[in-house]
């Protein structure tokens, strides 16, 4: 039989080699160059998004037919126009013209019409964490690698920035509170097991914190982080989860350096997880995390279902027969060795690799 | 095109967005039987983006259950048939993994040609993300905006009956070709164009050479008649491209599959219109597919198949959105025990989070189960929208008469007992008159599909089989009355012993009979003045034979609609009441 492997892998590690590929929404143009090092806050592509369309009737516009209409345009798609520029015309005794209403790029002529791409808003894509440049398309994408700790999140509110973290409470199952907030942690990211309230994240608003990573908060609270000027991750999920001690460990034995978080989309992005980089130096190459991973004995694991809901654990054996569970439902498991809680066993479906 | 002589062996697979399945057919006495079936997670998406994975894993599901080698050495499929045994003699293959083909719609018509394409767009994975039409009152520049900032996957063209309307029509197809213009041309979108078809030879030279367009033949030929059918074809390889861009492996399936790799979708709708034939033509057939990430509804009245793929409902990523399409009060009505909306919120973003999770206990299956009853009634309101009149949701707020009811999906076909999954079909459909609830547990219904092009008699033949189970026979009486008050008397006659059952049911009570599946009876069913159970009026008694099944004789008397009480304890007791009526919990 097949090795069995669970796709489902969140990489939690202390040092490893991170890569990831930046994409622009639109070919655009590449800032940086192959081996370039760069910061999490550079621009490394950029593009105008969001364009504005004006479709300009040159006929009626000089008062032509539409027949006539093509022989008075002066400008050829492609072409780079200013606003008031004169895109067709003059025409006749009041030498009537048809002017760009806009700085633009004429996109399309065809049948005596114009179509003129105004400028869109400027799309600047940045590098997300310190790295070096390994590889770019040339157009739309841009890949860095770097070296450091890894702490892929399940959740993020969509921002991305960088700072220097600092861990907030007494351990992993301790909340986010407005008491513990004061000024010493401006511009700091926040580690904290979890946040059941707005109040605090409120208020690390007015700290102009560079963002919060947290174990879990209640789902709720969802409208609020969308909101918020600075990235929100979570490790866990929603509810009141503390964060898993691998990742807690982690971040507390990296209190005092940067912390680059990419809090990524709203719900489940194939492929892209909201996550935290920790660049760190490597005096020896370090591989690239595996994104398969078999189920076997030694494997860890995190449980995410009750009874054993965020626990982490390590597979002791894989269980050659379908177990029954309390509910009723039947399926396939491994036994799994929980941290401070013995063995249990749990379906397959119901763990992520954690690695 | 094969038959039982030649294709005696096949295997069909599908791909959904969490699970791979393989089920394996074979002759036995004569007759098409499933033989076994396999398992294994989706590896569409990251981080393999390779279907080839999930399937091989399946189809090693099913080595380890029968001893057949299935694959060479070289991961090749063996077909047909060895003299040792190894391989199949036909493979079919289906999938309705893969990205959302986002879709921007351009018609002529709200009324007429936008209406028939937006039903195509809704019977199949598409992602309506732009509708433009000529009674779009926008500028042309911002419909042009608006096609170009949808990044489109597919444009599809509609509008204009045959010899109809030509000059508004081609004035939507310069506007579609000005917007493709801006469009990065390595991400144009593919343009199908189904509308007035003496407008298809100039399209090559207005659209140009250069763009990705298909015509297919026109989706509203004349103002009443909807041609679909080869529109949706056209679709359906739309479909494909933009998966087979984003994942490898489907290509190899197609290449196993002799070509004709399909949607689970259509394959899924091709089961119920067959089976609309052969059941009573008085009625509809109905099936309910909940995935992950979409919930099909197939209603199928006398071959005319109505086929509803709701794409932003399911119980794995999609479940989240239940909360927009309807809200956290309706699904926790249906919850046996209380709970509060935050940890109903959790719970419903956890799992669009881990959308291959199982409850392991039981207060997590019935907040699982919860959703399923929300979520097929839900998507079954807007599949009715589609509905022939007088079945549609205009005409009449009850359920029409179905028969059969087929659910599918992974928390029905988990489900701990048959009733459970029986009561989940009851609160979600709320069937009326007298109807059979079916179970297939194992998805078979997409791939019966799939085969039926190949080998007709592999899906008659199944369908007859045990690979389906019959829950019962389900009576559900329709009217008003009060609580407590009589709405029926009935008698139950086996066919197999003489121990009659008479008896009479009450307005408000979920009842069940024993009648084992394999067994029939002879039931007469007498209502009170005002209640119809389906013989032609409201009053008006009846008898019919009956099929017994793994719940037994349902009699469901708790109204239509369903409407729950408003005191939470009162609804809580309840909930757990009809849990045991119907025999899910002790």
Request: with cysteine; proline share 6%; aromatic share 4%.
């Amino acid at each position: 039989m097949s090795e069995m492997y669970i796709t489902s892998v969140t990489h939690v590690l202390p040092m490893t080699t991170i890569r990831r590929q930046r994409l622009l929404p639109v070919p655009g143009s590449i800032t940086v160059r192959v081996n370039e090092k760069v910061q999490a806050a550079d621009v490394i592509a950029q593009a105008e998004v969001n364009a504005r369309h004006y479709f300009l009737d040159i006929a009626r516009g000089l008062g032509v037919s539409v027949s006539e209409a093509p022989r008075h345009i002066r400008c050829q798609a492609g072409e780079r126009v200013e606003a008031g520029d004169v895109i067709a015309g003059p025409v006749g005794v009041t030498r009537r013209t048809v002017r760009s209403p806009a700085e633009g790029r004429v996109a399309v002529v065809q049948d005596g019409k114009v179509l003129l791409e105004a400028r869109g808003e400027l799309f600047q894509l940045r590098a997300g964490f310190p790295g070096v440049v390994i590889g770019t398309d040339g157009s739309q994408s841009v890949t860095i690698e770097a070296s450091g700790a890894l702490i892929q999140g399940v959740w993020g509110n969509g921002v991305q920035e960088f700072g220097v973290m600092r861990v907030v409470g007494d351990g992993p199952n301790d909340g986010l509170q407005t008491n513990q907030l004061d000024v010493n942690l401006r511009g700091a990211v926040l580690i904290a097991g979890m946040c059941d309230h707005s109040a605090p994240l409120h208020q690390a608003t007015e700290l102009s914190v560079r963002g919060v990573i947290l174990g879990s908060m209640p789902s709720d609270l969802i409208p609020v982080t969308r909101r918020l000027p600075y990235p929100v991750l979570l490790t866990e999920g929603f509810g009141q989860r503390p964060m898993n001690s691998v990742a807690f460990g982690i971040f507390t034995s990296n209190v005092g350096r940067e912390v680059a978080i990419d809090a990524g989309g709203a719900l489940p992005q194939p492929g892209q997880r909201p996550e935290a980089v920790i660049p760190l130096p490597s005096s020896r190459p370090v591989s690239l995390p595996d994104d398969v991973v078999p189920i076997k004995r030694g494997v860890r694991v995190r449980i995410l279902k009750p009874p054993y809901l965020g626990e982490v654990g390590v597979i002791k054996q894989v269980l050659k027969n379908i177990v029954s569970y309390p509910s009723g439902i039947r399926s396939r498991s491994v036994e799994v060795e929980i941290e401070g809680l013995g063995s249990a066993n749990v379906p397959i479906e119901n763990l992520e690799i954690l690695q | 095109m094969s038959t039982i002589l030649d294709a005696e062996t096949l295997l069909a697979v599908d791909v959904g967005t969490v699970n791979t399945r393989a089920s394996l057919f074979d002759v036995v006495d004569g007759r098409y039987r499933l033989i076994a079936t396999g398992r294994a997670p989706s590896t569409a998406a990251a981080p393999l983006y390779d279907v080839s994975e999930g399937v091989r894993l399946a189809m090693d599901q099913i080595r380890t259950v029968t001893g057949r080698q299935l694959v060479d050495e070289s991961d090749l499929l063996i077909m047909p048939v060895t003299s040792q045994g190894s391989g199949v003699d036909l493979f079919v293959a289906t999938g309705s993994a893969g990205p959302k083909v986002r879709t921007v719609l351009v018609g002529l018509m709200p009324g007429v040609s936008t209406a028939s394409a937006l039903r195509m767009a809704e019977s199949t994975y598409l992602d309506l993300v732009e509708v433009v039409n000529l009674l779009d009152r926008r500028k042309d520049e911002d419909k042009i905006s608006a096609i170009v900032s949808a990044q489109p996957d597919l444009i599809l063209i509609v509008g204009g009956t045959d010899g109809g309307a030509q000059t508004s029509v081609m004035q939507l197809v310069d506007l579609v070709t000005m917007a493709t213009e801006l469009i990065p041309r390595s991400q144009r979108p593919r343009i199908i164009f189904a509308g007035n078809q003496e407008l298809a030879p100039q399209l090559g030279q207005r659209i140009g050479e250069h763009y990705d367009i298909a015509v297919a033949p026109n989706a509203r030929p004349r103002l009443h008649h909807e041609n679909l059918t080869q529109a949706r074809l056209a679709i359906g390889e739309a479909i494909a491209e933009v998966r087979s861009k984003r994942a490898t492996g489907f290509d190899e399936l197609d290449q196993w599959a002799g070509g004709t790799l399909g949607l689970t979708a259509d394959a899924y709708g091709r089961v119920f219109r067959y089976l609309s034939r052969i059941y009573d033509p008085e009625k509809g057939v109905l099936g309910i597919d909940v995935g992950a990430a979409h919930t099909m509804v197939a209603a199928s009245f006398e071959g005319d198949l109505r086929l509803s793929v709701d794409t932003e409902l399911g119980l794995g990523s999609a479940v989240h959105n239940i909360l927009r399409r309807s809200n956290l009060e309706r699904v926790m009505r249906w919850l046996p025990f209380e709970i509060s909306v935050s940890r109903m919120r959790d719970y419903i973003f956890n799992k669009a989070m881990n959308p291959t999770t199982v409850p392991t206990t039981p207060d997590d299956l019935a907040l699982e189960m919860a959703l399923t009853r929300e979520v097929i009634r839900v998507a079954l309101l807007k599949a009715r929208e589609s509905w022939p009149r007088g079945k549609d949701l205009a005409s009449t707020w009850v359920m029409p008469p179905a028969e059969p009811i087929i659910g599918s999906g992974g928390s029905l076909s988990r489900a701990p007992s048959a009733g459970m999954a029986a009561l989940a079909l009851l609160d979600g459909v709320q069937p009326t008159g007298v109807t059979t609830l079916v179970l297939d547990p194992h998805n078979l219904s997409a791939s019966l599909g799939a085969a039926a092009g190949a080998v007709p008699l592999l899906s008659v033949h199944v369908l007859e089989s045990g690979s389906y189970v019959s829950l019962g026979t389900v009576v559900s009486p329709v009217g008003q009355a009060r609580a407590g008050r009589r709405v029926l008397t009935l008698r139950l006659e086996p066919e197999d012993s003489n121990e009659d059952i008479a008896g009479e049911i009450r307005m408000g009570q979920l009842v069940v009979l024993p009648l084992g599946q394999g067994s029939y009876s002879r039931l007469t069913l007498r209502p009170e003045r005002g209640i119809d159970v389906g013989f032609g009026a409201p009053g008006k008694a009846g008898a019919l034979r009956v099929a017994g099944g793994a719940v037994g004789l349902i009699i469901d008397a708790r109204g239509r609609p369903l409407e729950l009480p408003d005191d939470p304890a009162v609804r809580l007791e309840l909930n757990d009441q009809w849990l045991r009526d119907i025999g899910a919990k002790e």
